[in-house]
């Protein structure tokens, strides 16, 4: 599985040889450096540590530090792991860029959506609210009963009622790669991906694969 952090930078459109017009997102994708290979000899599982975005060294600890010197690699903001196949093969140090992805691809972008604050249940949930009138004065956003009498006697768990909203760990599955470009270091993908604008995503191969018209 091939994966790459990015940053989202934005939405626009492109235009296919037929003349369709798709909505792309952005993202400056790497490059991205190996900093830790996973083994099930020593870890229990296969997969490959990525790091990216160069910062200064007294933004990081010791341990962190410590951790990228031994891998042979600049100073990193952003860790992520992602998991690999027995025949891919990487090693600590080699530097991974947005031509890791093709045109045609498909992917899955995992992102932090953005944050809403604390937020009703229309808006959260898109419930109808209230009557308008007929004496309604204040109940045009309340949620309504939220319970019945003596049975259960209590509020359901797991009820829908206002509370925090979004700035959660979110994934979008099987995008499209429309466009790539490894001398700015840019990915399109097909459709939107979480966050806000440079938001930190991570790109990796799609996990659910569209099966064509006729296939099984």
């Known amino acids: 599985m091939k994966g790459i952090i990015g940053k989202k930078v934005g939405m626009t459109q492109v235009f296919k040889e037929d003349g369709t017009v798709v909505p792309v997102t952005v993202v400056e994708a790497g490059p991205c450096y190996v900093t830790q290979v996973r083994t099930p000899e020593v870890d229990g599982y296969r997969a490959v540590q990525l790091g990216f975005e160069a910062t200064k060294t007294k933004h990081l600890s010791g341990g ?15 860790l992520r792991e992602v998991r690999i196949r ?3 093969t990487y090693e600590p140090g080699q530097q991974i860029q ?28 898109g419930f109808k609210g209230g009557p308008r009138t007929h004496g309604q004065s204040d109940r045009e956003r309340a949620p309504g009963s939220i319970g019945a ?14 509370g ?18 490894p001398e700015r270091n840019l990915l399109a993908v ?3 991906v979480p966050g806000p604008k440079g938001g930190l995503v991570l790109i990796k191969t799609a996990r659910k694969q569209r099966v064509p018209k006729g296939g099984r």
């Not at 962190?64 to 952003?78: D, I, N, Y």
């Not at 045609?104 to 229309?122: I, N």
């Not at 009498?149 to 206002?162: E, L, Q, Y």
């Open 64 to 78: 962190q530090l410590g951790h990228l010197e031994k891998a042979g690699v600049p100073a990193l903001r952003h």
């Open 86 to 88: 027995e025949d891919e």
């Open 98 to 125: 947005a031509d890791v992805f093709e045109p045609g691809e498909r992917v899955d972008v995992e992102g932090r959506s953005k944050g809403r604050g604390f937020a009703g249940v229309v808006k959260r949930y």
């Open 149 to 162: 009498c003596a049975t259960p006697g209590r509020v359901w768990k797991g009820k829908r009622m206002p």
């Open 164 to 181: 925090h909203m979004g700035h959660r760990r979110t994934t979008v599955q099987n995008l499209e790669v429309v466009l790539v470009d």
């Open 190 to 192: 097909s459709g939107g």
